[in-house]
């Protein structure tokens, strides 16, 4: 229910020296290794040119992770706040980091190979590389954000401007190509060619963009376009084989579509090729009236109902703990019943929270209810940690509050979650509770199945940080 977005030269000189001796002996042969120095003496060239154009690009490198760092390390929650920050980050330990030690290597330089092997096994691997990109994605359809936008970091709310290059756009288009995501493969392929067409500079080329563009065209169904841009790849590379052979495969499919529109007497029904695509249908049925809540559109909340929501301090029928410090209370919602607490937590109480949770995070799970075993899924992206009551005075003391502020039981609750949603982190619609066709999905607790649930939000977000009922059209901030 809760969507989290922008929150939480090695120079190898191989010279084949005949088996000849006695050279004083011949003035001939002596000249021969006047110019063979002359070569060596180019080659040695060759080789301080290559050392000091890596050194060159070493120093630049980093100058500019010192400054970068230097930002990122001033308000490490503000920087990740924003999703291009988070994935030029994952990119950057990944991929960049790895190429550098590549160039290093080159020469001998064992402190900091040693410090990099050694640092590099914390490092974010593919997946988490391919994840961020997803989650780009995912903020982009949720929020409705054109790819341009993003790439020169014009978010809503976002704090540091930040932009991706030409190879970034093509790596994003990458991620979805290879998960068979032709909608975003286009998205990001057209971002691309539109950057190289700006003059941005970039190690990629116009036919590698090309090249996934026709394909994931075509594989939306636009064939006409698909037919296009193929040329347009070949005008860039000649030599593409496959993009010939694409090339009379879609002139052969077009012209058996034009025959079938002639035999049934129809008009083309031709997709157009002004490069405008509709997102392809989900597997979540509301998932339109879910991101338009997270949107803020949407709420079906009516003038009229809304005088019927009020604020009030509550002390819970004269609760002994609560009659001297009552607590803030506020209606969201009028049915079901939505209650917003003020200044349920401390400032410390919520750092230390975080200090316990912190080590024990890890990928939050969700319950199979075919086989009622917890196992990771796509549609909850966040990490998770649970608090015992009495492991720690201030989850102890958190708990009874909760009860106090409640009128429940906390004897059969569950250990305090804590969840940290990362860049485009969410939890799609779902149910707190288990279903008829889920009986057994407690049974391990042996509590019962649950009757409430009690959010506490320990951050806020500059932009999104919805949690949306999209049953009853409700979105709370």
């Not at 030029?88 to 290093?104: P, Q, Y």
């Not at 391990?444 to 939000?457: D, Q, S, V």
Request: contains cysteine; glycine residues 6%.
């Amino acid at each position: 229910m809760r969507y989290v977005a922008l929150s939480f030269l090695w120079i190898n000189w191989c010279y084949v020296w005949e088996a000849k001796t006695e050279f004083f002996t011949s003035i001939g042969q002596m000249t021969d290794l006047i110019f063979t120095e002359k070569d060596l003496v180019k080659s040695l060239k060759e080789y301080i040119t290559a050392e000091e154009t890596k050194l060159t690009a070493i120093k630049s490198w980093a100058e500019k992770l010192d400054e970068l760092t230097h930002t990122s390390t001033s308000d490490p929650e503000a920087y990740l706040g924003h999703p291009v920050n988070a994935y030029k980050l994952m990119k950057r330990l990944n991929t960049e980091w790895v190429k550098l030690e590549s160039l290093v290597l080159q020469h001998t330089s064992d402190g900091f190979i040693g410090n990099l092997s050694i640092q590099r096994q914390h490092f974010p691997t593919d997946e988490d590389e391919s994840g961020a990109a997803k989650a780009l994605m995912r903020l982009q359809d949720t929020y409705k954000l054109d790819s341009d936008s993003i790439s020169k970091g014009r978010l809503p709310g976002v704090q540091h401007l930040v932009s991706l290059t030409v190879e970034d756009c093509f790596e994003l288009g990458k991620v979805a190509y290879n998960d068979g995501d032709y909608y975003h493969t286009i998205l990001w392929m057209e971002q691309t060619m539109k950057q190289m067409e700006e003059g941005e500079p970039g190690a990629v080329t116009k036919a590698e963009a090309l090249d996934y563009l026709s394909y994931s065209v075509y594989q939306m169904g636009d064939l006409q376009r698909a037919l296009e841009l193929t040329k347009h790849l070949i005008a860039a590379d000649p030599t593409h084989l496959r993009a010939k052979s694409n090339l009379h495969y879609f002139r052969n499919l077009l012209r058996e579509e034009e025959q079938a529109n002639q035999r049934t007497d129809e008009e083309s029904s031709e997709p157009s090729a002004s490069g405008s695509y509709a997102r392809p249908k989900g597997y979540l049925p509301e998932r339109d009236a879910y991101e338009g809540l997270c949107r803020g559109e949407g709420i079906k909340m009516t003038a009229r109902r809304q005088k019927r929501l009020f604020c009030r301090y509550h002390n819970n029928n004269n609760h002994p703990r609560l009659l001297f410090a009552p607590i803030k209370e506020e209606d969201e919602w009028d049915s079901p019943h939505i209650v917003r607490y003020y200044e349920v937590l401390s400032d410390a109480e919520i750092e230390r929270i975080k200090v316990l949770a912190k080590p024990r995070l890890a990928r939050a799970t969700v319950r199979d209810p075919k086989t009622g075993i917890l196992t990771v899924a796509h549609y909850r992206v966040s990490k998770s940690a649970w608090l015992d009551d009495d492991e720690d005075a201030v989850v102890h003391r958190v708990n009874q509050r909760i009860a106090d502020i409640t009128g429940l039981d906390v004897e059969t609750a569950e250990l305090l979650q804590v969840a940290n949603y990362g860049v485009g982190g969410q939890y799609e619609p779902h149910f707190d509770f288990s279903r008829k066709n889920e009986q057994d999905a407690f049974r391990e607790l042996g509590t019962g199945n649950r009757l409430a649930t009690f959010l506490n939000y320990m951050s806020d977000v500059p932009a999104g940080g919805a949690t949306v009922f999209p049953d009853f059209g409700a979105a709370i901030y």
